[in-house]
């Protein structure tokens, strides 16, 4: 078919019919009349002129037969091949089966199909490429091979692609694939921002997938700030799952920092568990550093602030290099520890003139406590040392109470008396009847009445 120019007019049924196959060479198909805001003749057999503006108030309708194309328009170097522009609507499909609209290039750096919309201050109300899709249809559907973009956004300030939705189940932008269903690039790849208590963003998965997965070089994988009250980063699991899992092959699984709050909280309920660490192979389940203050610390108004369980080695240990490795507080008992028939409630080891286990108690209380039904309420092991000791400046260093108040035995000495440093009974300070005391000549003294210095009896 030959395109008359404006001074070889064409009839306006003849273009019409032929317009699919036309080719205007190294032009553009400029079609603002055909669809656009202007309108061609509309008396039949009237003449449709190419090259100027042609005005009606009537459409103009192309129909095409089975497997034929309706309007079809070629453009060469940076033209358009069909250009709409209009005060609402300047190209219009519809479809009732399939594709509406096609924008091909051949291109790598040109557009199929480019939308704008001229507006100010991110007006959402003005749309460059808008589609609508009714009853399972897709309004806008982008495809690209092999490595290409299916649909691309680019804004300045604004948004690139934006996805909106009437309904509380709707979603906005959704991706699916056997890949990355979305992928955001940029200082911020992702940002999803949640009104009225509702997600940001969402990451859910099927089988053992990740909802959300993030990875970086050097940066954060995942980041999440939250203002007053809020929470950062939230993961809820269906029972025997993870909220929230990191993994790491040499650093940080999961880190929390805070300058004046709490850099890693867990609540639970039910029996629940509100942080818990694992660990195989000599590692951590979990590890607490500090300056100067608590690695790990635990509260709780009713149950266990911290608790250890290991079914071989230790529940709970602690370590310090120059201070102490566990500390506790409590109204009652500052550390508790239980344990099963023929194992250690609490364990402490120390080297180098330390402490295993160190107990205080202000202004009254116990220091260190151990109970038991028929075992050893508190038991101390050594080698070659002291297995138990007490020191007292002004009280009592070890203290029993019972049916018998203290049992002895000893393969060289069931008891020891360490002699004093001078010869005879007390001379100064207060004591009480049954005071005993070894002299420096290794004579046995008993305290018979309290006094200052008491009444001493010689017993040999």
Same mark, same amino acid.
């Given at each position: 078919?030959?395109?008359?120019?404006?001074?070889?007019?064409?009839?306006?049924?003849?273009?019409?019919?032929?317009?699919?196959?036309?080719?205007?060479? /190294?032009?553009?198909?400029?079609?603002?009349?055909?669809?656009?805001?202007?309108?061609?003749?509309?008396?039949?057999?009237?003449?449709?002129?190419?090259?100027?503006?042609?005005?009606?108030?009537?459409?103009?309708?192309?129909?095409?037969?089975?497997?034929?194309?309706?309007?079809?328009?070629?453009?060469?170097?940076?033209? =358009?091949?069909?250009?709409?522009?209009?005060?609402?609507?300047?190209? #219009?499909?519809?479809?009732?089966?399939?594709?509406?609209?096609?924008?091909?290039? !051949?291109?790598?750096?040109?557009?199929?199909? #480019?939308?704008?919309?001229? /507006? !100010?201050?991110?007006?959402?109300?003005?749309?460059?490429?808008?589609?609508?899709?009714?009853?399972?249809?897709?309004?806008?559907?982008?495809?690209?091979?092999?490595?290409? *973009?299916?649909?691309?956004?680019?804004?300045?300030?604004? =948004?690139?692609?934006?996805?909106?939705?009437?309904?509380?189940?709707?979603?906005?932008?959704?991706?699916?694939?056997?890949?990355?269903?979305?992928?955001?690039?940029?200082?911020?790849?992702?940002?999803?921002?949640?009104?009225?208590?509702?997600? %940001?963003?969402?990451?859910?998965?099927?089988?053992?997938? #990740?909802?959300?997965?993030?990875?970086?070089?050097?940066?954060?994988?995942?980041?999440?700030?939250?203002?007053?009250?809020?929470?950062?980063?939230?993961?809820?699991?269906?029972?025997?799952?993870?909220?929230?899992?990191?993994?790491?092959?040499?650093?940080?699984?999961?880190?929390?920092?805070?300058?004046?709050?709490?850099?890693?909280?867990?609540?639970?309920?039910?029996?629940?568990?509100?942080?818990?660490?694992?660990?195989?192979?000599?590692?951590?389940?979990?590890?607490?550093?500090?300056?100067?203050?608590?690695?790990?610390? %635990?509260?709780?108004?009713?149950?266990?602030?911290?608790?250890?369980?290991?079914?071989?080695?230790?529940?709970?240990?602690?370590?310090?290099?120059?201070?102490?490795?566990?500390?506790?507080?409590?109204?009652? *008992?500052?550390?508790?520890?239980?344990?099963?028939?023929?194992?250690?409630?609490?364990?402490?080891?120390?080297?180098?003139?330390?402490?295993?286990?160190? %107990?205080?108690?202000?202004?009254?209380?116990?220091?260190?406590?151990?109970?038991?039904?028929?075992?050893?309420?508190?038991?101390?092991?050594?080698?070659?040392?002291?297995?138990?000791?007490?020191?007292?400046?002004?009280?009592?260093?070890?203290?029993?109470?019972?049916?018998? %108040?203290?049992? =002895?035995?000893? !393969?060289?000495?069931?008891?020891?008396?360490?002699?004093?440093? *001078?010869?005879?009974?007390?001379?100064?300070?207060?004591?009480?009847? /049954?005071?005993?005391?070894?002299?420096?000549?290794?004579?046995?003294?008993?305290?018979?009445?309290?006094? !200052?210095?008491?009444?001493?009896?010689?017993?040999?």
């Amino acid at each position: 078919m030959s395109v008359r120019p404006a001074d070889a007019p064409l009839s306006r049924r003849g273009i019409l019919g032929r317009l699919s196959a036309a080719a205007v060479g /190294g032009g553009a198909l400029a079609a603002t009349g055909i669809v656009g805001g202007g309108r061609a003749s509309a008396a039949s057999g009237d003449d449709f002129i190419l090259g100027v503006e042609n005005t009606t108030e009537s459409p103009t309708v192309v129909h095409a037969l089975v497997g034929g194309g309706g309007i079809e328009a070629f453009a060469r170097l940076d033209a =358009f091949g069909l250009h709409g522009q209009a005060h609402y609507i300047g190209v #219009w499909g519809e479809s009732s089966k399939d594709l509406v609209l096609v924008g091909e290039t !051949t291109r790598s750096e040109h557009v199929g199909v #480019w939308g704008q919309a001229i /507006g !100010t201050n991110c007006s959402h109300a003005k749309v460059g490429v808008r589609g609508e899709g009714a009853s399972g249809g897709t309004g806008v559907e982008g495809t690209a091979a092999p490595y290409g *973009y299916g649909v691309r956004g680019f804004s300045g300030q604004g =948004f690139g692609v934006r996805g909106e939705v009437t309904h509380v189940n709707g979603i906005g932008v959704s991706g699916t694939g056997p890949g990355v269903g979305v992928k955001g690039e940029g200082q911020t790849g992702v940002l999803g921002v949640g009104t009225a208590g509702q997600t %940001g963003v969402k990451g859910t998965a099927g089988g053992n997938g #990740w909802g959300v997965w993030g990875t970086t070089g050097i940066g954060h994988g995942v980041h999440g700030e939250a203002g007053s009250g809020g929470i950062g980063v939230f993961g809820r699991a269906a029972p025997n799952g993870y909220g929230v899992r990191g993994e790491s092959p040499s650093g940080f699984a999961i880190i929390g920092q805070s300058s004046n709050g709490v850099g890693v909280a867990g609540d639970a309920s039910n029996n629940g568990w509100g942080v818990k660490g694992t660990a195989a192979n000599g590692g951590w389940g979990v590890q607490g550093i500090s300056d100067t203050s608590f690695g790990v610390r %635990g509260d709780s108004t009713g149950g266990t602030g911290v608790r250890g369980e290991s079914q071989t080695d230790t529940g709970v240990y602690g370590r310090s290099i120059n201070q102490t490795g566990v500390l506790g507080y409590g109204g009652v *008992y500052g550390v508790m520890g239980q344990c099963d028939a023929g194992g250690t409630a609490v364990d402490g080891t120390s080297s180098n003139g330390g402490v295993g286990v160190y %107990g205080r108690s202000l202004p009254t209380g116990y220091g260190v406590r151990g109970e038991s039904s028929s075992g050893f309420g508190l038991r101390g092991d050594a080698v070659t040392g002291i297995a138990v000791s007490g020191q007292a400046d002004q009280g009592t260093g070890v203290s029993g109470q019972g049916k018998v %108040g203290g049992e =002895f035995r000893g !393969t060289r000495s069931a008891l020891r008396l360490v002699p004093t440093a *001078y010869v005879g009974a007390p001379t100064t300070g207060r004591h009480l009847k /049954g005071d005993l005391i070894l002299d420096k000549n290794a004579d046995l003294w008993l305290c018979k009445a309290d006094g !200052t210095p008491g009444t001493w009896v010689l017993l040999g």
